[in-house]
């Protein structure tokens, strides 16, 4: 009689867990993809101009923030009328006050100084179009494609007003990983650190932990009980078979 009453406190006690389980994983799974829906804002790329970080039909996921939160070496999504007027995606690779040019040892110039940048496959920098040396004025964004044989980017909006700069206020976002295909977060960019402070990466990966974790606790939850079930039922048989007398 004891071992029934054990068994019942031990099914009640574990069906508890499985609808607390449950419950939180709904929880973390629902609250990790409206969190995501409220910071991020997915785009696709339908050019080649930022190969090979992003190519053409990539499906990146740009964290929404403001334009002077923008650091040097960020990817951002922003729309110039000038350029468009549509979605454009781009790296940041000078902010206001800096001096720019291209190219001293086949390498972008910032403030005198050579990036080397990381996400540039060898000898394609030495390709890169020769920019004269400029100061980008306050408040706005020198912006170049990482494939810069063919990226229309600033260089090609140099006679314009600004020297082909973008406003701050234009960026509408920061790509923070392409997610299909699932390439996964975008590298940080090296070369930029000696000039400034760089960009952290957004939530991405505390929100993906979020979701993750949500629908592990909900199957898990939600397994709980047939398999309980089972087990009961054939601890069950196993009390009731016959025991052979030798």
Not at 20 to 27: H, K, P, R, S, Y
Not at 53 to 71: N, P
Not at 91 to 111: E, S
Not at 157 to 173: I, N, P
Request: hydrophobic share 40%; glycine share 14%.
């Amino acid at each position: 009689m004891s071992g029934t009453v054990r068994t019942d406190e031990g099914s009640r006690l574990g069906n508890a867990l499985s609808g607390l389980a449950v419950a939180l994983g709904c929880v973390l799974f629902l609250g990790g993809f409206a969190w995501g829906a409220v910071v991020y804002k997915p785009y696709t790329v339908p050019t080649d101009s930022m190969s090979p970080t992003i190519v053409a039909g990539d499906r990146v996921l740009a964290e929404r923030i403001d334009g002077s939160e923008v650091e040097r070496g960020d990817v951002v999504v922003f729309r110039q009328e000038s350029w468009g007027d549509m979605p454009l995606v781009k790296r940041v690779v000078a902010i206001g006050g800096d001096k720019v040019g291209c190219c001293t040892d086949g390498k972008l110039t910032v403030n005198g100084k050579q990036v080397d940048e990381s996400y540039i496959p060898e000898g394609q920098a030495a390709e890169s179009k020769a920019i004269p040396t400029i100061t980008v004025p306050e408040g706005r964004l020198f912006l170049l494609g990482d494939e810069r044989s063919g990226s229309l980017d600033s260089t090609a909006h140099l006679t314009e007003a600004f020297s082909g700069t973008v406003a701050r206020s234009a960026v509408d976002s920061r790509v923070d990983a392409v997610a299909w295909p699932m390439d996964g977060m975008l590298a940080r960019p090296t070369g930029f650190e000696e000039l400034g402070p760089i960009s952290s990466p957004g939530p991405l990966r505390l929100i993906m932990l979020a979701v993750v974790a949500g629908a592990v606790l909900v199957l898990g939850g939600g397994a709980y009980g047939p398999v309980a079930k089972r087990l009961a039922e054939r601890r069950s048989r196993q009390r009731a078979e016959p025991v052979g007398v030798g």
